[in-house]
């Protein structure tokens, strides 16, 4: 069964740090750029970061850009998001999405081949 699991997420407080992960099943990460979003409750999707397949470059939007992190291990078919200084506005559902030889460019012009459902991540004090 091909899909995309995200873990890590959680209730963290403001300052805190969270590291998500996506792991594919059913294929290989290999060739895939991968791409993080995440949706907050009554506002649009937004394409936080994303890692190319070919050559590991990498983008952040601009409201994540110092803080965020993504990564990728093939070996263990995952790639990870490390999000520190979170503030509340971090607060989002976040999904991971894979999409297959494309660079950092397919964040916002698709198309994504996998989505995974999606973790939450809160933050408040």
């Known amino acids: 069964q091909v899909q995309l699991v995200e873990s890590g997420g959680g209730l963290v407080q403001p300052g805190g740090s969270l590291r998500l992960s996506c792991v594919a099943s059913g294929f290989s990460l290999d060739y895939y750029a991968i791409g993080w979003f995440r949706q907050a409750p009554g506002k649009e999707r937004e394409g936080v970061s994303c890692?190319?397949?070919?050559?590991?470059?990498?983008y952040y939007a601009d409201s994540v850009k110092g803080r965020f992190t993504i990564s990728r291990d093939n070996a263990k078919n995952t790639v990870y998001l490390q999000m520190n200084s979170l503030n509340p506005e971090d607060t989002a559902v976040y999904h991971c999405?894979?999409?297959?030889?494309?660079?950092?460019?397919?964040?916002?012009?698709?198309?994504?081949?996998?989505w995974g459902q999606g973790t939450q991540v809160t933050v408040s004090s």
């Open positions: 890692i190319s397949s070919s050559d590991d470059s990498t």
């Open positions: 999405a894979a999409s297959y030889g494309h660079t950092i460019v397919v964040l916002t012009t698709g198309p994504w081949d996998y």
